[in-house]
């Protein structure tokens, strides 16, 4: 059974850092992009990053470059969504999801479907 089971968000202060993983069981890793996602209230889903696990290529959306990196351990099959200088905007529900349809990350990383997500790590910014 595939899974991806993020872990790692809480309440923070703004000016924070947090660390969140995506942990990922059930496929072989090395063969798959790794995107991470989030979701504010009442807004839609954006995306934040995409890594490679086959050559730790990243990716980031223009908007989130320079206070959040993504990292991996393909040893543990796990993801890391590194976020720092957090602030009250970040405030979302964060996923990752996993896809090993094309042997490269796709240029539309961003809005591709993914064949699988996680159920997501809520992060909470206090000011």
């Known amino acids: 059974e595939v899974q991806l089971v993020e872990s790692g968000g809480g309440l923070v202060q703004a000016g924070g850092s947090l660390r969140l993983s995506c942990a990922a069981s059930?496929?072989?890793?090395?063969?798959?992009?790794i995107g991470w996602f989030r979701q504010a209230p009442g807004k839609e889903r954006e995306g934040v990053g995409c890594i490679s696990s086959n050559d730790g290529k990243t990716y980031y959306l223009d908007s989130m470059k320079g206070r959040f990196t993504i990292s991996s351990d393909n040893a543990k099959n796990t993801v890391f969504l590194q976020i720092d200088s957090l602030k009250s905007e970040d405030t979302a529900v964060y996923y990752c999801?996993?896809?090993?349809?094309?042997?490269?990350?796709?240029?539309?990383?961003?809005?591709?479907?993914?064949?699988?997500w996680g159920q997501g790590t809520q992060v909470t910014v206090s000011s």
């Open positions: 059930g496929f072989t890793f090395d063969d798959y992009f």
């Open positions: 999801a996993a896809d090993s349809s094309v042997p490269f990350v796709p240029l539309n990383w961003n809005s591709f479907e993914y064949e699988y």
